[in-house]
């Protein structure tokens, strides 16, 4: 019988603890509803997964207070990248507050439907790889891409567990070797930004300091992304919780709830800057949880 992990430190200080309101459904949203593609729910309603090159499982306790513990041994590790990671300092339930749910009521349905919903701080370069993968396919489909580029690529962190490889890793890698991992044409995409990034270094973290229209612009000359793909990885890498992702989901859920039949993206776009402001990433994120749920 496979032996379980031993839990190393519980990671987030008192003054850093994330109560999820909606309990185990909504850490459930928050780990494996789009954003990120690298956790797994274990037994006892347990989540395993892995950020910066380390190993972590998630759980809530019996307040719906969220727990941290690293299961990597023998490394040097604080709080800091999984509290970032999460956004403690983050207070999302003042910025649910502020998106205009008082006045739209497809809004307030979509909070109360999902309360504590948050949005994780990626590594752009992971959050990249990651849906470059995305284009016609479902989360798990994506994640299932994934894992099996890592596997063949990535380093080995636990038993079954792997990161993610770099891009100058990945520059190395044949298309033809990428589409043995069964993502298609996905792989073309992926072979070509490892080039670019390649020829470019320090590309990605340039992105960090620039203002979030620069900063799509320059995510956009990058081999196949386009702008949800850009606004995905503004959004759960960045911070830029301004950023509205419009996928097939949020397409429909959009014109069908707000009556924009012969909008265009771009129109949505706007329409969603202007009406749920500054955590309009953060509004989307709970359409995407409604409308997959619903």
Partial sequence: MQMRPKRIDRLLNPN??????????????????????????VQNNRWRGVHLGKAYEVDLDDDNMLTVSCLTPGTDYTSEAISQYFGCQKPFLEYSDSLPWRSDKVLEQAIRGFPGLRILRQCPEVTLLSFLLSPQKRIEQIRVGLLKISSNWGDSILEGLYAPPSWDRLSTVEEIELRSCGIGYRAKSIARTARFLADHPGYLHKIESLPTEEARERLLQLPGVGRKIADCVLLFSYGRLES??????????MRESYGLDDYTDDQIQTFARAHFGEN???????????????
Avoid: C, H, M
């Avoid at 309101?21 to 954003?35: C, D, H, M, S, Y």
């Avoid at 309009?280 to 619903?294: I, T």
């Fill in 16 to 41: 850093e603890r994330i109560q999820i309101p909606g309990g185990r459904k909504v850490l459930r949203e928050i780990l494996a509803g789009g954003q990120s593609f690298l956790w797994g729910e």
């Fill in 244 to 253: 509205f992702p419009i996928d097939t989901w949020i397409g429909r859920f």
């Fill in 280 to 294: 309009a990433g953060l509004a989307q994120q709970y359409f995407f949880a409604a409308a997959r749920n619903g």
